[in-house]
Every structure is written in structure tokens, then in C-alpha cells.
């Protein structure tokens, strides 16, 4: 029998997906399952989106430009300027989702055996593109009971070797919700300057930072602007995850030459997807501004409801629509696979990302979830019942 790859053996399986064959076999049972787990919205998509593909009239559906539309880019150029990223047509390659675009980012910036730097928990996708790539994930450990800030300079510093090619931030944070200072991201500016890295800054969040500071772009950030590579998507900000639209934004002439070649060996990015992506930046204000109330809502909820039951602890997140919570339990695997398996109160259930998933360092976040509040406030309401009596179960079988 052939063997299969060594990369396909060490290639991790996603902590966000892989309970679901669990999640569906209690759905078949007949069980309510409430989708904590995965950062799909259920806010509508703009109509404005919507209406691009019901009004399309074209005989033919065609390859598009390898690197993106002309009409979107410029789009999206526009757009970037509303939060003083000043970027250039040229500067902006559209890419099937923002998972593309990072991938992209590592096979056009790394050999095999570079490292980058990336504080954890971190974005679980981050280490299979790395794999996919033959480069390393390093990471520098934040911890929840600093709500998850970014660690000294001198724990980057301590990591940085020959191979060290860059540092990679997701702003604000997926998994934590955490958004960055500009004292921290000052801080990255001068050891990405200091060491001659790539800053790699996944931003797919900006649309959702809840503090009264500026939103602070890596972009933002100066003397190292031919440093930065930008990874964007319209999945989140526009609730579209399915159209897969991203973009891979960098000033660096021979970096976007060499992304351009991956884009031309997949072809291009979806044309229907970026029919809709370039009509919804169109969507109106009040759209943006009911998304963003409403995200504002469910955290406060959330996050008040969580910390209202004995031995839960969530710090409060300050951006994207996620949190990682404490649970007063041992092994939060056991306990996530155990809430699809066999628990069910009033014939429902909780759905959570187990947070290891998002470490690399072993025995790290062993009692930690990943939640998303991507659900309705009723239904967050009843999910923290069923956590609730969960736990209670869980923790009186012994």
C-alpha cells in the first residue's frame, strides 16, 4: 500500500471542525445543538450583495483576472482608505478567502525550515498553512489571566534565530477577541525594523473593535511599509464566509511578483464571489452600524453570562466576535466531545472549539474553549443554561 505524505500526517486537524461528525450524530439523535464553535455569522448578508448575483445577467461565467477584478480592487482600495490604509491598486491581490491569502503570503516568503513567530493561542489554520508551506510555527504564550496581551519584546526577541523570516499577528484576535495597543504594535514595528522581518497582520476583524481607540493597522505603522503583508477577507464584516473572497495586500514589489505566480498556477478567484464582495462594499452605513450594535449586545451578554457561573472566566474581548473561556474542568476535549456524545439537557446541547487546538505548546489551554457569538441573544441565553447544567454533570460523574 503507498504512503502518504509526512506533511499529510503532521498536518493538525482543525479544533473548529473536527467535533463535527459528534455535533451531527446528536442532531440525528434529535438534539438541539447550539454552534458556539465556528465564527459563521447569522447576520443576513447585504441585500445589496445578495441583489449583484439575483440581477446577474451574463452569458458567460469566465475565468477572472488571476489577480482579482480591476472593479474590486479598486473597491477594496477605497475602502482601505476609510481607515487611513493607504494602498494602491497594485498593492492588493484578491484571493479565494483570506486562508488563501496567508497561505500565499508563506510559499511566496518562506523556504522550507524558516520560522515565524506567532503569539498563541493563535488561529489553528495558521500551523497547517506553515506545514503546507515546509516552514515553522514558533510561538511566544499569551495567557488568559492577562487577558491574553502581548507578551515582553524580549520573549520575541529570546526566539528569533537565522531562520526567523517574520511575525504574524491576527488583529484584533482570533481566538481571543484581543485587540492590540499601539504601544504593542509599536513594539512590533521596531522588532520586525530591528531584525529585517515580514509583518504578516490578519485584520479580517477591523470592522469590530469596541474600545474608543483608533483601529491600528499594521499599515499604520511607520518605516516598515514595504514589511507588512495584509491579509483581508470579506467573510466576517459582510457575513459571506461562503463567496470565499480575501485579498493579500504588500508593498513589496517582489513579494506580489511572486504571489502573482501562485495566483496564475490556481487560475483565479472566484468570479460569483467577487460579484457579491464588490457590491457589498457598497452596503449602507446603517448595515455596518446594526452589525457592529448587535456583535456589542451579544458580547455583553455573553461574556456577563459566562462569568456569572462558578468557575467560568472569560476576560472581556475587545475585538472579532470571539472569547477563550476558563472551565472548571481538567481536560476541556474530553469535556467538548463529551457534550455532543452523551449529554443533553432538555434535549439540547453546546457546541465549543476546544481551545487546545489553538496552542502549540503542549498542555497549553488544556481547560480552555473557543467561543463565537455569532448567535442570536436568545439563543446565546439558552446555551449558557445548557453549559451550566454541563458542567454540573460533567463534574458530579466522578
Same mark, same amino acid.
Given at each position: ?35 458556539? +464553535?465556528?465564527? @459563521? ?14 440581477? %446577474?445577467? &451574463? /452569458? ?14 479598486? /473597491? ?5 482608505? &476609510?481607515?487611513?490604509?493607504? $494602498? ?14 496567508? =497561505? ?5 516568503? =518562506? ?13 489553528? +489554520? ?65 522588532? $520586525? ?12 476583524? &477591523? ?19 514595504? @514589511? ?22 504588500? /508593498? ?5 511578483? +511572486? $504571489?502573482? #505566480? ?11 464571489? @467577487? ?24 458580547? /455583553?451578554? %455573553? ?8 468557575? $467560568? ?13 476558563? %472551565? ?48 442570536? #441573544? ?10 451550566? @447544567? ?9
Amino acid at each position: 500500500m503507498p504512503k502518504i505524505s509526512k506533511r499529510g500526517e503532521v498536518m493538525p486537524a482543525s479544533p473548529i471542525r473536527k467535533l463535527v461528525p459528534l455535533a451531527n450524530a446528536a442532531k440525528e439523535r434529535g438534539i438541539k445543538v447550539y454552534h458556539l +464553535n465556528i465564527g @459563521q455569522p447569522d447576520i443576513p448578508t447585504p441585500e445589496i450583495g445578495l441583489d449583484a448575483v439575483r440581477n %446577474l445577467d &451574463r /452569458k458567460v461565467l469566465e475565468y477572472s483576472p488571476s489577480e482579482g477584478l480591476m472593479s474590486l480592487r479598486r /473597491k477594496l482600495r477605497d475602502y482601505y482608505k &476609510r481607515f487611513n490604509i493607504d $494602498v494602491e491598486v497594485d498593492d492588493i491581490i484578491v484571493t479565494t478567502g483570506g486562508s488563501e491569502a496567508v =497561505l500565499f503570503a508563506f510559499m511566496a516568503t =518562506l523556504d522550507p525550515g524558516d520560522e515565524i513567530i506567532v503569539p498563541e493561542p493563535a488561529y489553528a +489554520n495558521y500551523m497547517a498553512f506553515a506545514i503546507s508551506a515546509g516552514a515553522k510555527i514558533v510561538t511566544v504564550p499569551s495567557t488568559i489571566e492577562t487577558g491574553f496581551e502581548l507578551p515582553p519584546v524580549e520573549k520575541f526577541e529570546e526566539l528569533i534565530t537565522p531562520r526567523t523570516k517574520g511575525i504574524l499577528i491576527c488583529n484584533p484576535n482570533n481566538p481571543t477577541g484581543y485587540l492590540y495597543t499601539q504601544k504593542e504594535m509599536d513594539r512590533l514595528r521596531d522588532i $520586525v525594523k530591528k531584525y529585517d522581518l515580514f509583518l504578516y497582520s490578519d485584520e479580517v476583524y &477591523r470592522e469590530f473593535c469596541y474600545t474608543g481607540a483608533p483601529y491600528i493597522s499594521a499599515f499604520h505603522l511607520k518605516g516598515i511599509e514595504n @514589511q507588512v503583508v495584509l491579509i483581508d477577507s470579506v467573510s466576517k464584516r459582510y457575513s459571506e464566509c461562503g463567496i470565499r473572497v480575501g485579498a493579500l495586500i504588500t /508593498k513589496h514589489e517582489e513579494l506580489k511578483k +511572486n $504571489v502573482i #505566480k501562485f495566483c496564475q498556477a490556481r487560475l483565479s478567484p472566484p468570479l460569483l464571489g @467577487q460579484i457579491v464582495a464588490e457590491a457589498s462594499i457598497d452596503a449602507p452605513a446603517d448595515y455596518m452600524l446594526m452589525t457592529y450594535n448587535e456583535y456589542v449586545e451579544r458580547r /455583553k451578554f %455573553l461574556i456577563d453570562g459566562l462569568n456569572r457561573i462558578p468557575g $467560568v472566566y472569560s476576560p472581556i474581548p475587545m475585538g472579532a466576535f470571539y472569547t477563550v473561556v476558563s %472551565l472548571p474542568v481538567e481536560d476541556a476535549d474530553d469535556f467538548c466531545q463529551w457534550c455532543l456524545r452523551e449529554f443533553s439537557y432538555e434535549g439540547e446541547t453546546v457546541f465549543m472549539a476546544p481551545a487546545s487546538g489553538f496552542y502549540t505548546t503542549p498542555g497549553l489551554g488544556r481547560n480552555e474553549v473557543r467561543m463565537a457569538y455569532v448567535l442570536e #441573544k436568545d439563543d446565546l441565553a439558552r446555551a449558557l443554561v445548557v453549559l451550566e @447544567q454541563a458542567l454540573k454533570t460533567y463534574n458530579a460523574r466522578k
